[in-house]
């Protein structure tokens, strides 16, 4: 049982599916485990289990109504919000997961929701059509993609009577996954971290560019995981669909010139410097102001070499933990050996994007992590975000052993 000084303040918000019934025992874990629960519940969570239960469970009062009858004269929903060391959402229904990805605020939890700045946990529960239908994986994802957590949603029998993916975690795993969440322990608190992310564009002419596949999201995901440990995080990224995470700095850049120009002019006053983006190697010399009019001729453009920007912050290096990304297909990890020692890089993270689920536009990544001296080790194919703990894990080792 967790002491006064460990004890949390955990916000529950249950909304109206039927894995609603399993929030008593999400409930019941965390009170046994010695930290407080208060309880919000949308009208169609009413239906579907009583107040009285989490209530009775929790005890204390369950909130329901954003203006209740109760005479009360203040901003409840700020207050709950204030409150709440992590707010998990147990089960998150697809009308609540869209509406929280659309800013839509109709009732008190999702009005708490974008108030709240503690960590959010999201379980999602729902018919496995429903799950996979385009819009709420959308929803789903950019709720990710602002730094919000997730656990399941898990395959096996729905009430519907369908079997496939849809079903809430059982309570255990989400009580597990909520306390590894509360658990992050400041470990980069009073860091600085320099982050780099996406791909550059290097302008053929006015309309057209090259470029890479590169979305961001590895290094968005560095951010937030870096940001959840108590950094002060800056992330340098170049051209992507990604939303700007809440609470990071953003610096947009577009070509590799600015992007050497934005890190290099961060680089002194950060601890801890991660270059994930895909710079491109190449760009085009001397590029016209205007569109290239298409002609039966054959077109031909000249390269030029772009810095090597990796290369430039290793030779920069004082006191900073630098980290880089290798993209590898062939003699993979000699070549990511071989980018470690002549970049002066303190580890390097190599993925090869023929694997299936890494990559170039995935949610998923399969990564080595090789340090000096050449030790490997292979991580599974795991999520991206789970992908970036276990590169900031290795930096707070490293940063502690300096």
Request: proline share 4%; hydrophobic share 45%; net charge negative.
């Amino acid at each position: 049982m967790a002491g006064d000084q460990d004890k949390k303040h955990v916000l529950l918000g249950v909304t109206g599916g039927i894995a609603a019934y399993k929030s008593a025992e999400l409930t019941r874990l965390f009170v046994k485990a010695g930290h407080e629960v208060k309880v919000i519940m949308t009208g169609s969570a009413c239906e579907f289990i009583t107040p009285l239960t989490l209530a009775t469970l929790s005890n204390n009062d369950v909130a329901i109504e954003m203006f209740p009858e109760s005479g009360e004269f203040t901003t409840r929903h700020i207050d709950l919000a204030d409150w709440a060391d992590i707010l998990v959402i147990a089960p998150a229904t697809a009308n609540f997961i869209g509406k929280a990805a659309n800013g839509i605020c109709d009732d008190l939890l999702t009005t708490v929701f974008p108030a709240a700045t503690c960590p959010v946990l999201i379980a999602p529960a729902m018919n496995s059509n429903m799950w996979d239908y385009p819009a709420v994986q959308e929803n789903f994802l950019k709720l990710l993609s602002y730094g919000f957590y997730s656990v399941g949603p898990d395959s096996g029998d729905l009430a519907c009577g369908w079997v496939g993916r849809g079903r809430m975690v059982e309570p255990e795993t989400i009580f597990l996954k909520a306390l590894s969440i509360l658990s992050l322990s400041g470990r980069l608190m009073g860091k600085k971290v320099l982050v780099s992310a996406s791909r550059t564009e290097e302008p053929i002419d006015s309309v057209r560019y090259i470029s890479n596949r590169s979305s961001g999201k590895m290094g968005y995901a560095l951010a937030l995981e870096a940001k959840a440990e108590g950094a002060d995080v800056v992330l340098v990224s170049g051209p992507s669909g990604l939303t700007a995470p809440r609470g990071i700095e953003m610096v947009r850049v577009t070509t590799a010139v600015e992007m050497a120009e934005a890190v290099k002019k961060r680089f002194d006053e950060s601890d801890v410097v991660i270059m994930s983006a895909a710079v491109s190697d190449y760009a085009p010399s001397n590029p016209p102001a205007s569109k290239i009019k298409k002609t039966e001729a054959a077109l031909h453009l000249d390269l030029d070499s772009t810095e090597d920007i990796l290369r430039s912050l290793g030779e920069m290096k004082k006191k900073q933990v630098l980290v880089g990304f290798a993209l590898e297909t062939d003699n993979a990890v000699d070549n990511a050996i071989k980018k470690l020692e002549s970049k002066n890089l303190d580890f390097i993270v190599l993925n090869n994007p023929n694997e299936s689920g890494a990559g170039f536009d995935t949610d998923t990544n399969r990564v080595d992590i090789i340090s000096r001296g050449g030790r490997v080790d292979e991580l599974p194919l795991m999520s991206k975000r789970e992908v970036a703990a276990e590169i900031i894990t290795r930096i707070v080792k490293l940063l502690n052993s300096m």
